[in-house]
């Protein structure tokens, strides 16, 4: 079936992206899904594309977990807070017009095409811990930052790996490469709780999500072999995608926003 094989190759260029560049590729999963696979409607999508995003973080967090660049209890607490988040996001989310959601996806896309070009790997402080000498300084920001960012990704059914990075390193003052291990977690959790609140209401194409996911795996793969082959041009293919995200986003604004006006 044609549209088996759109959600295998769709999937196939998520996963490669991630495992190319280490992340940025679910925001494409989305615009797949409607335009490449024929999704009907951007409710269905943005929870199908949920699942997927949940799994392709679940996987990776296992890399990261076992080079010890996870932060366990700073990454408990954020999507503890986050998930809450996550779910009152995605709730909101259901009840605006489709056309109307896929607007403002579209805008985030280019704020996030954007954040990947201009973001820079900021040193910080890798002994930071949360335990009970420093829950009272780190706890309040990890809360307060961890339900924003599962809001906004429960309510665009995105990853928000740009949004949570900066917030972990804005809350705790870890590092990137910490940031970025400890955010899996958060990832995992906050595309399971907007996967599951829009399966409830039957908005998750299951067989779709299925090839879908089977392609990231593959495509995962390919991206994380061709990654160690291009590791001295990661940066510049990282500029070339983010440049893809914001014409892709300006395309979507634009479809999106047509609605308004015709």
């Known amino acids: 079936m044609m549209q088996d094989l759109a959600s295998l190759v769709s999937g196939s260029l998520v996963g490669f992206v991630?495992?190319?560049?280490?992340?940025?590729?679910?925001?494409?999963?989305v615009p797949l899904l409607l335009y490449t696979v024929g999704v009907a409607s951007p409710h269905v999508a943005i929870g199908t594309s949920a699942i997927a995003v949940s799994l392709s973080a679940a996987g990776n967090l296992l890399n990261h977990a076992r080079n010890g660049m996870v932060k366990w209890p700073c990454a408990v607490s954020f999507s503890a807070a986050g998930v809450i988040g996550a779910w009152a996001g995605s709730t909101l989310a259901m009840r605006l017009p489709g056309n109307q959601l896929l607007a403002l996806f579209?805008?985030?896309?280019?704020?996030?095409?954007?954040?990947?070009?201009?973001?820079?790997d900021a040193k910080g402080n890798s002994e930071v811990r949360l335990s009970m000498a420093t829950a009272r300084?780190?706890?309040?920001?990890?809360?307060?930052?961890?339900?924003?960012?599962?809001?906004?990704?429960?309510?665009?059914?995105?990853?928000?790996?740009?949004?949570?990075?900066?917030?972990?390193?804005?809350?705790?003052?870890?590092?990137?490469a910490y940031a970025i291990g400890t955010s899996l977690v958060a990832v995992s959790v906050f595309g399971a709780a907007t996967a599951s609140n829009y399966a409830l209401a039957g908005l998750v194409?299951?067989?779709?999500?299925?090839?879908?996911?089977?392609?990231?795996?593959?495509?995962g793969l390919a991206g994380t072999m061709a990654g160690g082959q291009l590791s001295k041009s990661k940066a510049l293919l990282t500029m070339v995608f983010a440049g893809f995200v914001v014409l892709i986003g300006v395309y979507v604004t634009a479809k999106g926003a047509m609605t308004f006006v015709g």
Do not use: H
């Open 205 to 219: 194409d299951l067989r779709v999500a299925g090839f879908f996911i089977l392609g990231g795996l593959l495509g």
């Open 106 to 120: 579209g805008l985030v896309m280019i704020v996030v095409g954007i954040v990947m070009l201009v973001r820079k």
């Open 18 to 29: 991630l495992g190319l560049i280490g992340g940025g590729g679910s925001i494409i999963a």
């Open 137 to 176: 300084e780190l706890m309040p920001l990890l809360l307060a930052v961890g339900f924003a960012v599962g809001a906004l990704s429960g309510f665009f059914g995105i990853g928000g790996g740009f949004l949570i990075v900066p917030g972990l390193m804005l809350a705790t003052g870890m590092p990137i």
